[in-house]
């Protein structure tokens, strides 16, 4: 009963929704129809007032004056009708005929008298009239109001017509939205039912499809969804293993690469000159222990429980210069600056030298070419030293900060360059295992500035008298 209530509300709201969605669309459509007829009424009915206050305007300044008892007046005061007309001199007086209401004027009207403006037309909001004044000659302005109460009540009827069009727009939307959602929507239902289904069991196995309608498609791209989350759970199951397998790819390779290298050993095989060998059994050597040590690392950092710290004396200073070492001889087109104080703590030493080298790496990796890494090792005075690498690259965006050292990130920069995204993760669960911590944030040289925060001691400098005995041991 719950679940048929729960899909009779979702019913009614998916279909509440269709209709909304068909109502307020026509009521958009409408409402810019309106909007725009309305306005473009409203702006030709302005500007064919203006036009005629405009010749009115003319009319009046060209009609012949006509004597009064007093003096000579405008022709045009005789047949002022339903406008209201007057003279206006720099003085700012004017002149209107009797038994009227004077037009309004502005101080903008005193510069069509004096003949800097050749026309000035406005609209008095207090007393709803269309002004236009026009140069009259000898320092006068002829001034023309028109009302525009006919036309703003034009405008309002206009303006009534087009809201109960709309109006009635509406309700028809939303008729015909309900209706097309009644009849529409049954096969979404059966959909959802399936979805459900899915969603109770667990069964991520496709849904039937049938047809080739709109329905058929929306199920087949729910197939696909249904794949994609399956595809997503079997890589997540099987993340550790692929990269451990990629990793040892290479190994392979330079296994390879050493067998070749002691079969050139062999009798009748090309040889190589002892230089060549010698520098070629080093770098194998070499990257072979490096990807070797790169694999337990991340053995142990897929594992819930990872094992306690080995728990011997570490030279900090010695473990980062070993890291260097091992940075400097695949980063040539890099320049290091070194500042080291001593310090040791209990700890692994390979683990640590793990960590120091990801941090070089990863500074080399976004270092452009000739730039500088900071490497620096540095004592806070509160029981604990800094690691810090600094490098000279872009910077890491805000957006990617909180997530540098989860495992497997890598940020839009960093999809195209080489790289696993553990080396972070890893340097992360290296400083938790020894007691202290890591994090990022900006270097004064722009670049991203990585610290790994360890506790410790500051090293015991040996004395002359010591290093003696020792000798003499």
């Given at each position: 009963m719950i679940g048929a209530a729960n899909g009779r509300f979702q019913r009614v709201s998916l279909r509440a929704r269709v209709t909304l969605l068909a109502a307020f669309c026509v009521a958009g459509a409408v409402a810019v129809v309106s909007l725009g007829a309305y306005m473009t009424v409203s702006q030709n009915l302005h500007s064919q007032m203006d036009d005629n206050l405009r010749q009115r305007a003319g009319a009046a300044v060209n009609a012949p004056k006509v004597n009064n008892d007093v003096t000579e007046i405008p022709g045009a005061f005789l047949a002022a009708g339903d406008i209201r007309i007057g003279v206006l001199d720099v003085s700012g007086r004017i002149l209107y005929p009797k038994g009227t209401v004077a037009p309004p004027t502005q101080p903008a009207d005193l510069d069509v008298a004096r003949g800097t403006a050749l026309e000035n037309i406005w609209t008095d909001t207090?007393?709803?009239?269309r002004v236009i004044s026009v140069p009259y000659g000898d320092g006068q302005a002829?001034?023309?109001?028109?009302?525009?109460?006919?036309?703003?009540?034009?405008?309002?009827?206009l303006s009534v017509v087009l809201f109960v069009i709309s109006g009635l727009g509406v309700l028809v939307a939303a008729a015909a939205g309900t209706a097309v959602a009644r009849t529409g929507l049954r096969p979404v239902q059966r959909l959802t039912e399936a979805t459900e289904r899915v969603a109770m069991t667990g069964d991520l196995r496709p849904i039937p499809v049938s047809g080739d309608d709109e329905l058929a498609l929306l199920s087949q791209r729910f197939n696909a969804m249904l794949g994609a989350v399956a595809e997503s759970q079997e890589r997540q199951r099987r993340l550790v293993a692929?990269?451990?397998h990629e990793l040892r790819t290479p190994l392979t390779s330079m296994r390879t690469n050493l067998e070749l290298l002691l079969a050139s050993e062999q009798p009748d095989s090309p040889t190589l000159s002892d230089q060549d060998k010698a520098e070629i059994n080093a770098d194998v050597r070499a990257q072979l222990d490096e990807l070797t040590t790169l694999i337990g690392d991340l053995v142990e950092l897929a594992r819930e429980d990872a094992p306690q710290v080995v728990h011997e004396p570490v030279d900090l200073v010695e473990v980062v210069e070993r890291a260097l070492d091992r940075a400097k001889r695949r980063a040539s087109d890099v320049q290091f600056v070194v500042e080291v104080?001593?310090?040791s703590l209990l700890g692994d030493s390979s683990a640590l030298e793990r960590a120091v080298l990801n941090l070089l790496?990863?500074?080399?990796?976004f270092s452009p070419t000739g730039g500088v890494v900071r490497l620096s090792l540095r004592q806070l005075g509160d029981g604990s030293a800094v690691v810090e690498v600094a490098d000279s690259g872009p910077g890491i965006a805000d957006a990617d900060l909180p997530h540098v050292f989860e495992r497997f990130y890598r940020s839009s920069e960093a999809r195209t360059l080489p790289g696993s995204g553990l080396g972070l993760a890893i340097?992360?669960?290296?400083?938790?295992?020894?007691?202290?911590?890591a994090y990022v944030g900006r270097a004064p040289e722009g670049g991203a500035l990585f610290t790994l925060r360890l506790p410790g001691r500051p090293t015991p400098v040996p004395t002359p008298s010591a290093t003696a005995n020792q000798m003499s041991s």
């Open positions: 207090r007393t709803d009239f002829m001034v023309i109001a028109q009302s525009t109460k006919p036309l703003n009540t034009t405008l309002g009827k692929d990269a451990g104080q001593p310090w790496d990863n500074a080399v990796k340097v992360k669960q290296v400083a938790e295992r020894h007691g202290g911590m």
